[in-house]
């Protein structure tokens, strides 16, 4: 009777268990068919305090792999009070909720390579039952058996993952949680016949006491590294519009306290309590309708909190040779990185593991292998500590990829450091479910809109433009236009055949000059009237063509420029704004089609409308210099011609060249903005500009703005520093070795991981094949391609005959130039005495030139005594957004000099965080406004209606009239 009476159990307890597994049919809202069943309801536990207790839980079993023999995952949210499942639907689930409350599928959901279990613990927390809120219920140990007892529960409701792999996984306050119950599941004799544990992974884990001094200070030392504070004390922890889990994204502003600070879960909260999906979900009665993301206020505030380390717990597992990985993103605040590589300092190091790790990274089907951040192992490799470039708190939320990666490994931990590629779910066939993965089809390209150039003018009517104007000389008749007093004999090589000193004649030279230099103005100046590829109809007139100048070496050089007159502000009236990119050798107009421009160019070399461009307030004009670079015409490639003297006067004289060519512009506000080595050509041009008389009746200079500047002689040994700061910081070093400074056997071949992090950002991927164009990391594939297509150089009037392949940098002149061998703060001292505000602004993920590095400049100057606070703010007109902090700002000279760091930002500003790039830009134009007003509204216009011909019609009756006045100025005398 045995057998018989152990089967009939046995039977008698699957379907007890049946009975109680709750499947769920259908969810509501879902975009989706998933491919995968899952389950949900409650387990039922005791914290030991008393009476028993409800854990909701939410298990998903695999997509991908056999689910009968996929491994089975725990997740844990922590908080403590934060609930697992909304980390399913807005962290590594195979859904997520957006704003409009709906579910839309996850490409990397951890589902994809187990069975995952999500429960919301302890009680009250997310889904779960309530129970009581006392110190004696809300503790760590209390949690644990909680934790352990739901589990146990689970084991028997799903007999069929007994002794199967079993991992636990999660993040923040889990750091204490998931050790706690690991131990107690090895302590408890469950393991491994019950709960095969295998491992156990924490992301930005506080494995440390809540209360421990360490947190506080390290927080401190963060902060300061990342552009957040000066002094000890921190903007972060005074104004809640910094977002403390990643310092790189924005904050969302909510105005329930139950919530995780500055991240916008909307549609998540009001997902959970829609009554029809609590009902899908079987959500008991007994639960809060107002579903709650963190319950801070009845969790949080009365949990009683471990008061010691985790570390014992970690080495007892790692020894009962359980795999601990314990990972963390670079940019969060809450728990910075610092923290857990000096507790882990108290473990002894495996030797030789110090070394760069791998994921991959998927842009339009393709696959690219990229530095996620440095690894370290301890307790012979049983214990791995990663750091992850560009995450902030959570991994998986931020870097969706990346945190796929680290799962990957985490259920594969060998050595092999080449990582298994596995395509995002939206490139295959949604519709197979197995262990195969094949990438069935790619999204399909959209289709170019191709706009056929329609060339206006030829060259011969031009010519005759330039006859009428009595053979005059271009040159003579520009300084005629900018010095309309009487002519010397000596300026004119027709003085001996015109009486310049009868009355008669005076008048009708003046005319015949200004219609002259209208005239040749008009031949000169070469409207844009259509571009290929162009996504959008532009609301601005755009000019281009060439300004002729000279470096002083002999001869005479064409530099190529592209004004883009203003789409939203009167263009008759709006500042002028001179824009220029660095190296030396890198292109304006590049920075144009990338940074701050109308136009960005994408991957297949279309142009997109930028809803934060510059031209928005103002008219920017960009010009290629020195020669040779971008779209300028070449010219003597040695160091006499490329020098920074040289490209000053290359650059001044190109400038007086375009205001003879656009004379509307004479003694109008005229800004001058760049970024990196434009931080040396920017404060020469503007001290040539007053040393040379222009100023303020021709160029009527009011600005100056330089990002991410090389204020100073290039020296590696003076930034070392302040790189080790940063490195330390973003988790691209650790101990005494940096991924910059390692190289790995790739097939037997070295290859340099230097090249595979990204210098100008180092929380954004590297793009692969970019050195080519001279700007390693970034993609400019699509920008070149545009630049090089025959049609847009017809469009854009580009010399065929010089004209060479358009490469964003290039290396050729950057080696040769001869660079600055003094800083230029005395040039900033001069010009703010001119009452010139000068604005110095530094992303602050920036590898290549450091925040540090112009702090050092300003050091040698007093200053101000700080009034309120050192925050600087900018404004996003978004639902559930307002004012940001974008960094700490100080100012000397009264005021004339401002320095600004950049949160989230890298070494070009407004690439990376364009928004900010265009407050910078009204604070430029606005120096003495402290708070952002009118926060502007980007993208919602219709661009065919602003700034219409209506407007245009009026210029040019204005410009008229002007030059009317202009022409006959003088005739009294």
């Not at 005059?472 to 090589?493: V, Y």
């Not at 950057?814 to 800083?823: A, H, L, Q, S, V």
């Amino acid at each position: 009777m045995r057998p018989v009476l152990s089967l009939a159990l046995c039977l008698c307890c699957c379907a007890l268990a049946e009975c109680q597994r709750r499947r769920v049919e259908e969810l509501p809202r879902l975009l989706f068919r998933p491919n995968f069943t899952q389950y949900s309801g409650y387990l039922t536990s005791s914290s030991g305090s008393g009476g028993s207790r409800r854990l909701f839980y939410w298990l998903v079993e695999s997509s991908h792999v056999d689910a009968a023999t996929a491994p089975l995952v725990l997740w844990m949210n922590g908080g403590p009070g934060c609930s697992s499942v909304g980390g399913l639907l807005m962290t590594n689930g195979p859904f997520l909720a957006n704003d409009r409350a709906e579910l839309e599928r996850n490409d990397f959901a951890w589902n994809r390579l187990a069975n995952v279990l999500y429960i919301d613990s302890p009680s009250g927390v997310g889904l779960s039952e309530p129970g009581p809120t006392d110190p004696t219920e809300l503790n760590d140990n209390a949690t644990t058996r909680l934790n352990l007892g739901a589990l146990l529960h689970f084991y028997s409701l799903f007999p069929e993952y007994r002794g199967r792999a079993f991992y636990i996984a999660g993040e923040s306050y889990a750091g204490i949680y998931i050790p706690l119950l690991a131990s107690a599941i090895i302590d408890g004799g469950h393991r491994p016949g019950l709960i095969n544990l295998k491992g156990i992974a924490v992301g930005n884990g506080l494995h440390v006491s809540i209360n421990d001094n360490a947190l506080l200070e390290t927080r401190k030392e963060f902060a300061k590294i990342l552009g957040i504070s000066f002094r000890n004390d921190t903007a972060i922890e005074t104004n809640l519009s910094v977002n403390s889990y990643n310092v790189m994204h924005t904050c969302y502003e909510q105005e329930s306290v139950n919530v995780y600070p500055c991240l916008n879960t909307t549609g998540l909260v009001t997902y959970l309590r829609d009554k029809r999906v609590r009902e899908a979900l079987g959500v008991s009665d007994s639960v809060s309708e107002n579903y709650v993301i963190c319950s801070l206020v009845k969790i949080f505030t009365h949990y009683n909190y471990l008061d010691r380390d985790i570390l014992p717990e970690l080495r007892r597992l790692a020894s009962a040779d359980v795999f601990v990985l314990l990972y963390h993103g670079t940019l969060d605040y809450m728990i910075p990185t610092m923290l857990t590589q000096r507790l882990l300092e108290r473990l002894p190091q495996d030797n030789d593991t110090e070394g760069a790790w791998f994921y991959c990274h998927w842009t339009f089907g393709r696959a690219s292998t990229q530095i996620g951040g440095m690894q370290r192992s301890y307790l012979g490799g049983r214990l791995f500590y990663r750091t992850v470039i560009g995450a902030g708190h959570t991994v998986v939320t931020d870097r969706p990829d990346v945190g796929f990666q680290i799962f990957t490994d985490f259920l594969s931990p060998d050595k092999d450091r080449q990582p298994r590629c596995l395509p995002p779910e939206s490139l295959e066939d949604a519709s197979s479910c197995g262990a195969e993965l094949t990438v069935c089809s790619v999204l399909p390209k959209q289709q170019a809109s191709r706009v056929e150039y329609q060339h206006k003018a030829s060259t011969a009517e031009a010519t005759q433009y330039s006859h009428r104007c009595l053979r005059l000389n271009a040159q003579i008749l520009a300084i005629a236009w900018l010095k309309p007093e009487p002519f010397g004999r000596e300026a004119l090589p027709l003085a001996e055949k015109i009486k310049l000193d009868s009355p008669t004649m005076r008048p009708v030279l003046s005319l015949a000059l200004c219609l002259c230099c209208c005239a040749l103005a008009e031949c000169q100046r070469r409207r844009v009237e259509e571009l290929p590829r162009l996504l959008f109809r532009p609301n601005f007139t755009q000019y281009s063509g060439y300004l002729t100048s000279s470096s002083g070496s002999g001869g005479s050089r064409r530099l190529f420029y592209w004004l883009v007159e203003s789409s939203h502000v009167d263009a008759a009236t709006a500042p002028l704004v001179l824009w220029m990119n660095g190296g030396p050798g890198c292109s304006s107009v590049g920075g144009l089609l990338m940074t701050n421009g109308p136009f960005l160019a994408n991957d297949r070399a279309e142009l997109e409308r930028n809803d934060f461009a510059w031209n928005r307030l103002a008219n920017v004009l960009y010009i290629d210099s020195p020669s040779g670079v971008g779209l300028s015409e070449p010219g003597p490639t040695d160091p006499t011609e490329l020098n920074d003297n040289a490209t000053t006067r290359l650059n001044l004289g190109a400038l007086l060249h375009f205001y003879s060519l656009f004379p509307e512009y004479r003694g109008r506000a005229f800004y001058i903005a760049g970024e990196s080595y434009a931080g040396i050509y920017i404060p020469l041009l503007a001290s040539a500009i007053i040393d040379g008389g222009h100023w303020p009746s021709l160029i009527n200079l009011k600005g100056i703005a330089v990002g991410n500047g090389l204020h100073m002689p290039y020296n590696k040994s003076a930034f070392k520093s302040d790189r080790r700061a940063l490195t330390d910081a973003m988790g691209i070093s650790i101990g005494n070795v940096s991924v910059l400074e390692l190289s790995v056997g790739s097939n037997g071949s070295e290859h340099s991981q230097r090249l595979s992090v990204n210098l100008y950002n180092v929380a954004h991927p590297w793009y692969p094949g970019s050195e080519a164009d001279g700007y390693p990391g970034l993609n400019s594939t699509g920008l070149a391609s545009f630049l090089n297509d025959r049609d847009v150089q017809n469009a854009l009037g580009v010399n065929e005959s010089t004209l060479q392949k358009f490469i964003l940098c290039h290396d050729d002149i950057n080696r040769i130039y001869r660079k600055t061998e003094r800083d230029v703060l005395s040039e900033f001292v001069t010009l703010a005495n001119h009452s010139v505000s000068v604005l110095l602004y530094t992303g602050a993920l920036d590898l290549l030139l450091p925040v540090g590095l112009t702090l050092q400049l300003l050091e040698r100057l007093s200053p101000d005594p700080v009034s309120g606070q050192d925050a600087w703010f900018w404004c996003l007109r978004r639902p559930g957004y307002g004012l940001q902090i974008g960094g700490i700002q100080r100012s000397y000279l009264g005021g004339r000099i401002r320095y600004r760091t950049v949160i989230g930002a890298g070494h070009s500003v407004a690439t990376d965080r364009p928004e900010i790039g265009l407050q910078l830009l009204q604070d430029l134009l606005e120096p003495s406004r402290i708070w952002p007003q009118n926060c502007l509204q980007f993208g919602s216009e219709n661009a065919e209606v602003c700034n219409g011909q209506g407007r245009q019609f009026g210029q040019q009756i204005l410009l008229l009239g002007t030059l009317l006045v202009l022409c006959f100025k003088g005739t009294d005398a």
